[in-house]
Nanobody, 126 residues
């Protein structure tokens, strides 16, 4: 069983930065594609960023240029650096792992990921 634990959320002001972390249990983290999703109140969960096993990254259009996703395989951790935060970034942020090989889903699809964290709240005041 793979477990994901997010941290780093909080209450910040518009324009501030935060770095989210997600620690993943297991010895094969380097073989997992990883992603961050978020869900704002009353809205559907949406893709934010993804990094695959060879460190290729993809970002949603509304965060590109402000957010960066990275991974540290030695620490079993994926990070989401968030800069220039605004009120529209307020949401619960979820870390997700794709532990399967040969999947057919694209990186921005929630169905691609078979393990999820509990989420960390990010609140940005205007």
């Amino acid at each position: 069983q793979v477990q994901l634990l997010e941290s780093g959320g909080g209450l910040v002001q518009a324009g501030d930065s935060l770095r989210l972390s997600c620690v993943v249990s297991g010895r094969t983290f380097s073989m997992y594609d990883m992603a961050w999703f978020r869900q704002a109140p009353g809205k559907e969960r949406e893709f934010v960023a993804a990094v695959d096993v060879i460190r290729r990254t993809n970002l949603a259009d509304n965060v590109r240029g402000r957010f960066t996703i990275t991974r540290d395989n030695a620490k079993n951790t994926v990070f989401l650096q968030m800069n220039s935060l605004n009120a529209e970034d307020t949401a619960v942020y979820y870390c997700a792992a794709d532990t399967r090989r040969g999947g057919v889903y694209v990186y921005y699809t929630a169905l691609k990921y078979d393990f999820w964290g509990q989420g960390t709240q990010v609140t940005v005041s205007p």
